[in-house]
């Protein structure tokens, strides 16, 4: 059973740069038939998609936040990251990594994902 | 100001039918592009429901339906049930070269 999970620190000082893992069990990061997307959901709001990466290394992201964010696989260790720099309180979310479906590319439908890890940004 | 409009809550009573609907543009759902649904569950990740405008996954009961139409989408649900409580959002791709997503509705069973 495929399974996803966000790793990083739940705080993040204000005008810092947040990075979060997503290690995939059960399949392989490598499959070309999926991409890997992260997306974000703030207290009480809707979600956002930030980006979406394919094992390649090819990536896409929102141009909202593209100037402040880098996503990048390590197929070897089966993960992929996410890096926002100059982070402020409006980045304070619940970070989720998922899984695109098959046969949908960047910013389709995502059928598997992480349960999620709050960031906090404090000054 | 989220790029597809939702209303923010709709309700019904057990065994009922309701519909969410997705309102967006000519940039996105109005270009042709799919529009997926998902549901929430309180203190959850989000759950695929519907994709590519009506297209359920697997285990998804077929009480869920979804439809398209010019610029708007629509997710119905026949046979309301207590446990479909939670909130619902709508996705889609837009020219601006970006995934989009409803600002969710919350559906409330009464």
């Known amino acids: 059973q495929l399974q996803l999970k966000e790793s990083g620190p739940g705080l993040v000082k204000s005008s810092e740069t947040l990075s979060l893992t997503c290690t995939v069990s059960?399949?392989?990061?490598?499959?070309?038939?999926?991409?890997w997307g992260w997306l974000r959901q703030p207290p009480g709001k809707g979600l956002e998609w930030i980006g979406t990466?394919?094992?390649?290394?090819?990536?896409y992201y929102n141009p909202s936040l593209q100037s402040r964010v880098t996503i990048s696989v390590d197929t070897s260790k089966n993960h992929f990251s996410l890096k926002v720099s100059s982070m402020t309180a409006a980045d304070t979310a619940v970070y989720y990594c998922?899984?695109?479906?098959?046969?949908?590319?960047?910013?389709?439908?995502?059928?598997?994902w992480g349960q999620g890890t709050l960031v906090t940004v404090y000054s | 100001q989220s790029v597809l409009t939702q209303p923010p809550s709709v309700s019904g009573a057990p065994g009922q039918r309701v519909t969410i609907s997705c309102t967006g543009s000519?940039?996105?759902?109005?270009?042709?592009?799919?529009v997926h649904w998902y549901q929430q569950l309180p203190g959850t990740a989000p759950k695929l429901l519907i994709h590519?405008?009506?297209n359920r996954p697997s285990g998804v009961p077929d009480r869920f339906s979804g439809s398209k139409s010019g610029t708007s989408a629509s997710l119905a649900i026949t046979g309301l049930q207590a446990e479909d409580e939670a909130d619902y959002y709508c996705?889609?791709?837009?020219?601006?070269?970006?995934?989009?997503f409803g600002g969710g509705t919350k559906l409330t069973v009464l």
């Open positions: 998922a899984r695109h479906l098959a046969g949908y590319a960047a910013a389709g439908p995502l059928g598997y």
């Open positions: 059960g399949g392989s990061i490598r499959s070309s038939l999926y991409y």
């Open positions: 990466i394919y094992h390649s290394g090819s990536t």
């Open positions: 000519s940039s996105n759902i109005g270009a042709g592009y799919e």
């Open positions: 590519g405008n009506s």
């Open positions: 996705q889609a791709y837009d020219n601006s070269l970006s995934g989009v």
